[in-house]
């Protein structure tokens, strides 16, 4: 009972999070919307058991990727202004566009049988589990993410100089 | 834990599991309030006496002396005053969030307390992510700074909460990756697992296991320093440049429980270095099934922390500040280079001396000895430079 | 659902609530005088300018940000490898050296280009 209470409880921090994400006008509030919204998603995993990806979910999005639009949304001048915040625009066609969207994820969720496949993962470490796939079954997405990493890198970099040249 | 539950449950005559479940929350409850209202509380604010004691003891002035004896009361007077302050919030401050920001920091460092084991069985919840657990509850710190900072439209406080972020951010790297080499060894991301890899002895612990775990050691000791912003790395708060960084525009009880967070920090910044590195709560094996076994441990593990945080507080008042060039210098070329190459190292050593016990024991001993002599000749220049001032040894530290 | 979160849960709820108890005992002992000179950012006796203190900023604390993150990602990936290192034994570290050997030259590029520099 209790611990469905807290699913539901996880649930609506996501939601609203998300809520006051697309609905705020002050763009640094969205950004802090979006991380209740991650908060709540770590802690949905953290509810299905898969402990370390919950973790993964809080150094990440929150530690990570919400400091980093901060950041980005600080030092942008006139933040506070609408016009360069996210103005709601074109409500009159989103609206009955999302209503549609949500009737379609209604009208399906009865049709479709949903069957847990997994086996129960009560309180098992999922890390080693996780350690032991990436080094044996999925080596080379392993390999290929660092690929991956060092593309961002390189990305990043170059964009960060170009800004930095036209200023000179 | 389950123990107690499964007891109070029987007891109660409980047999429905909406009421198990009812009751072993309120056990919990009770339980995370007990470690946070009067032990967390009180350990931040006696700290903050002890750092103010040693402060003046350092620089040959007095110190709060005044409220009970040795003003040991003063955390509880200077609390009381913060109560009775007036909320002040400037003008053009975004209200939710500077508001809400004191709470996110507050509630970042209340978090980690739940991983923190204090013996065998007294630890709130044994996560199996312990260790990355509490890494991933820091988030919570620096984005309420970096609110903080933001919110309160002052151009002090917004440098201070990005300088704070960027430190924080930093210095994550070089704290995740020494502290992977203790995951390493043990093979475990819950704290008690990694304590239980340790023993008693200086040379079971993990910074002796080869003289790189050393090495790691102070990389993480001195990232973990500035991940709490304490001096030398206390450039958010750079009182010189910044009047006060992130909080230059709270007051009242906001700018308490900043600095509560911050205290508490210090805790924080003691345990792990003892779980991760000087063996935890580890007591003689012969101990073990006596009564004494828990108490023995949980002093143990005290004195170890407040060792640690002995050091912290007397490094505050000795080193000089670092510049903010010199902060990112430090972390991005040196320690983060100087920490993976410390990773391969203590991998190769796994590799080589896996299945030699004999030779691990030998590298246990001589790293331990290694570190030992350190500590030996920073006692031994103590005392003869405290022997060549002449000065009457005076013990009574709270004079 | 494991049940070594919830006391998770309910630390963060109890701290949560401790702030506010604190931040609401505040309230009912404090004073409340508001005057327009204490409702001024404290900026040493400046006056502020009319746009706030919201401004911009160097790129240089951006470039941290995104560095951090990418590092936090290998990071990321080191830990299951760390947690299973003792039973893979030579293989995981030869993998390991590969995924690291990539990103060290990522890091030796930022390196020359500059970015970990302050001036």
Known sequence: MIVVLLFYFLALITVLGALVTAFSKNIVHSAFG????????????????ADFLAIVQL?????????????????????????????????????????????????AEGKVNFVSKTTKLHNTPTTKMIGDSLLSDYVLPFEVVSVLLLAVLLGAVHVARKYKTDER | MESITNSLIQSWGITSSTGAQLVSLLVMLAFSAVVLIPFFLPFAGITSWLERRIAGRMQSRVGPNINGP?????????????????????????????????YFVFMGVGATLVAIPFSEYLVLSDLNVGIFYIISVTSFVT???????????????????????????????PTALSILTVVLLTGSLSMQDIVKAQGFWPWQWHISNNPFMIVMFFIFFISA????????????????????????????????????????????????????????????????????????????????????VFIVIQ????????????????????????????????????????????????????????????????????????????????????? | MSETYIPMVLMIAI????????????????????????????????????????????????????????????????????????????????????????LVVGYIYVWKK???EWE
Request: glycine share 8%.
């Open chain 3, 114 to 116: 500059g970015v970990l």
């Open chain 2, 143 to 173: 984005v309420g700074i970096l609110l903080a900072g933001w919110s309160s439209n002052n151009k002090w406080s917004l440098i201070g909460g990005v300088r704070s972020a960027s430190q924080m951010i930093s210095y994550e790297i």
């Open chain 2, 225 to 308: 320093l500035a991940e709490g912003s304490r001096t030398p790395f206390d450039l958010p708060e750079a009182e010189s440049e910044l009047v006060s960084g992130y909080n230059t525009e709270y007051s009242g009880i906001r700018f308490a429980m900043f600095f509560l967070a911050e205290w508490g920090n210090l805790f924080v910044i003691g345990a792990m270095t003892t779980v991760l590195f000087l063996g935890g709560w580890q007591a003689p094996v012969a101990l073990q099934g006596s009564i004494w076994n828990t108490p023995v441990q949980f002093i143990i593990f005290m004195t170890k922390m407040s060792a640690v």
């Open chain 3, 15 to 102: 701290a949560f609530g401790l702030g506010s108890a604190l931040v609401l005992l505040s309230v009912v002992l404090g004073p409340k005088y508001p005057s327009d000179v204490k409702d001024y950012p404290f900026e040493c006796g400046h006056l502020i300018d009319s746009d706030g203190a919201r401004k911009k900023h160097s790129i240089k604390f951006y470039m941290i940000a995104i560095i951090f993150l990418l590092f936090d990602l290998e990071i990321v990936f080191m830990y299951p490898w760390a947690t299973v290192f003792r039973e893979i034994g030579i293989t995981a570290l030869f993998e390991m050296f590969f995924f690291l050997g990539i």
């Open chain 2, 70 to 102: 040795q003003g040991f009361l003063q955390w509880i007077a200077d609390g009381v005053k913060a109560m009775e302050k007036e909320d002040l919030m400037p003008d053009d401050a975004d209200k939710p969030l500077f508001k809400v920001a004191p």
């Open chain 1, 59 to 107: 150094i990440v999005y929150v530690g990570g990727i919400v400091v980093l639009i901060l950041f980005a949304v600080m030092f942008t001048g006139d933040i506070r202004e609408v016009k360069s915040s996210n103005k709601t625009v074109n409500l009159l066609w989103a609206t009955p566009f999302i209503a549609a969207l949500i009737g379609i994820i209604i009208g």
């Open chain 2, 315 to 399: 490094l505050r008042w000795t080193l000089p500040r670092v510049r903010v060039d010199q902060l990112m210098i430090i972390c991005w070329h040196y320690f983060v280079p100087l920490s993976l190459l410390s990773i391969l190292a203590v991998t190769i050593w796994m590799a080589l001396s896996y299945g030699h016990s004999a030779l691990e024991l030998g590298m246990s001993i001589f790293s331990a000895a290694i570190w030992l002599y350190f500590v030996f000749l920073v006692l031994f220049r103590a005392v003869r430079n405290f022997k060549k001032t002449n000065a009457k040894l005076n013990l009574n530290f709270l004079e």
């Open chain 1, 34 to 49: 979006l991380m209740a919204s991650m908060v709540g998603v770590a802690g949905l995993y953290g509810y299905m058991s």
